[in-house]
């Protein structure tokens, strides 16, 4: 049985011991500075809310090398540097045998920035492009592919939890594609166990905005590899939940922080799922009063 939730060790949101070399050329403007305490601020409140934080754990951290996970690891280090996340990270890349994917950049980049890491390679890509036809929706089955990786890797490097950079806006286009398409209310989760049950999936950025990811990533001028896989195809289910979630953000600003923060508000009884709230029971609190 695993120990109970730590709360994050307190500290003050600036040290003067500098910052973690990922951040050695950052910007020093006023406006960078915001966007990074917001989406500290963001990422600390996801750790404590749902509890993912044990002391002395160890984290496998995925970077595929998108603006996403690169925040992730970003703001991850932060954490640590301040003395508010006492786990032990390892970064993770799966090279899943992509054409030109640049095999160099990676390695070189968390060298550099002095963070563990460890560098996988299989070839899903060509399991992927061989089971589905020209112009088929790959990203069902190379996600499956993919967290079946990692979570051997997670085992072999006694890992207790995978962390992926999966944000709101991830969140809530899954909720919308299983409305419209799945006929159930389902979402992203923050934090799942996996099947065997040995494996924690966790999202720290749950709470935080594409948006921002992507500002805070341009001006962090990370080494980005496109995707040419998932990422080069066109029409797909997700791609009309962004446009349509951008639509009513433009429309009617802060709305994807309402939609957020409403799938935690969730009153069972103005719902209509009979598992989740007992309709029966009032009829019998009725006709007892």
């Known amino acids: 049985m695993r120990a109970a939730a730590a709360p994050l060790i307190d500290a003050t949101d600036e040290t003067d011991s500098g910052a973690h070399p990922i951040y050695a050329h950052a910007p020093r403007s006023v406006e960078f500075n915001k966007l990074r305490k917001r989406l500290i601020r963001q990422t600390r409140e996801a750790l404590e809310k749902f509890a993912m934080v044990r002391a002395g754990e160890k984290w496998l951290v995925a970077l595929s090398g998108g603006k996403d996970s690169y925040g992730l690891l970003a703001l991850l280090l932060d954490l640590k540097w301040r003395g508010l996340l006492p786990v ?8 899943q045998g992509q054409p030109n994917f640049p095999k160099h950049i990676l390695p070189e980049f968390l060298t550099r920035i002095g963070v563990a890491h460890r560098i996988e390679y299989k070839d899903t890509y060509s399991i992927v492009t061989s089971k589905l036809p020209p112009g088929a929706t790959y990203c069902s089955l190379c996600s499956r592919l993919r967290r ?11 890992c207790t939890a995978l962390v992926l950079g999966h944000h709101r806006d991830d969140s809530l286009e899954t909720f919308f594609m299983n409305l419209f398409h799945g006929g159930k209310l389902a979402a992203m989760p923050p934090r ?13 950025l749950i709470y935080c905005g594409e948006e921002d990811l992507q500002r805070f990533s341009d001006a962090m001028a990370f080494p980005i590899i496109p995707c040419d896989l998932c990422g080069s195809q066109d029409g797909l289910e997700r791609n009309a939940m962004k446009a349509m979630l951008a639509d009513i953000e433009k429309r009617m600003p802060g709305r ?34």
């Open 88 to 95: 032990e990270l390892l970064v993770c890349n799966l090279d």
């Open 148 to 158: 079946g990786n990692l979570y051997r890797i997670a085992r072999e490097e006694g």
């Open 192 to 204: 799942l166990l996996n099947d065997e049950g040995d494996i924690e999936v966790l999202r720290p």
């Open 256 to 289: 994807k922080d309402v939609m957020i923060r409403a799938m935690g508000n969730i009153n069972a009884s103005h719902m209509l799922d009979t598992k989740l709230f007992d309709f029966n029971a009032l009829f019998d609190k009725r006709t007892a009063s």
